[in-house]
Nanobody, 120 residues
Framework: QVQLVESGGGLVQPGGSLRLSCAASGIIFSRYDMGWYSQAPGKQRELVARITTSGSINYADSVKGRFTISRDNAKNTVDLQMSSLKPENTAVYYC??????????????WGQGTQVVVSS
């Protein structure tokens, strides 16, 4: 069965750093585009960063220059290095894997989420 397991969340002071990690199992990892999404209380889930199978990366404008996404296909992991954290980055962060192998076919999976709290 497919599992995406996030780790690395926690409490950090404004200006601090955290590194989130997502370990995938049950999928052929190298086929999947991987992403990190955040969901703050009362808000919709939104894309933070995404890395494709070819290594193309895009970030939400709000995190550009502060967050870095990376993947390791040998270890089936995707990481999100977060720096210069702000209180508005407080959210549950979710790992996402998706693959579109053909017309009208999509495989998508989500992790259970990891809480990040940025507060003094």
């Amino acid at each position: 069965q497919v599992q995406l397991v996030e780790s690395g969340g926690g409490l950090v002071q404004p200006g601090g750093s955290l590194r989130l990690s997502c370990a995938a199992s049950g999928i052929i990892f190298s086929r999947y585009d991987m992403g990190w999404y955040s969901q703050a209380p009362g808000k919709q889930r939104e894309l933070v960063a995404r890395i494709t199978t070819s290594g193309s990366i895009n970030y939400a404008d709000s995190v550009k220059g502060r967050f870095t996404i990376s993947r390791d296909n040998a270890k089936n992991t995707v990481d999100l290095q977060m720096s210069s954290l702000k209180p508005e980055n407080t959210a549950v962060y979710y790992c996402n894997a998706h693959w579109i192998p053909g017309f009208n076919v999509k495989y998508e999976y989500w992790g259970q989420g990891t809480q990040v709290v940025v507060s003094s």
